[in-house]
């Protein structure tokens, strides 16, 4: 059974930082790319950042690149999100998921979903 456990979300300060994890099991690290998404009040959820099976493929949405840095372990099957100058408008409640379809323009989770972690970007 694939499961996703994110964590590492909080409360921080405009320019501040926080680096979210996301366990994964039940499946090895070249099975799957994986992915980060958000889904900020009133508003869809959006794929933020994804990276390749092959850990060398990213993906960034716009208005997180040269801010945000994914990266993911193969030996611990964990990914990591390292957020960097986090604005108010970063404020959502973040998911990872593996990535059905992956692209440099876009990024689409799924089958399997870990559940949310906050993030709240104080002004």
């Known amino acids: 059974e694939v499961q996703l456990q994110a964590s590492g979300g909080g409360l921080v300060q405009a320019g501040g930082s926080l680096r979210l994890s996301c366990a994964g099991s039940g499946f090895t690290s070249d099975e799957y790319a994986m992915g980060w998404f958000r889904q900020a009040p009133g508003k869809e959820r959006e794929g933020i950042s994804c990276?390749?099976?092959?850990?060398?493929?990213?993906y960034y949405r716009d208005s997180i690149k040269g801010r945000f840095i994914i990266s993911r372990d193969d030996a611990s099957n964990t990914m990591y999100l390292q957020m960097n100058n986090l604005k108010p408008g970063d404020t959502a409640v973040y998911y990872c998921a593996t990535v059905a379809a992956f692209s440099q323009a876009t990024c689409i989770g799924g089958p399997f979903w870990g559940q949310g972690t906050q993030v709240t970007v104080s002004s």
């Open positions: 990276i390749a099976r092959d850990n060398v493929d990213t």
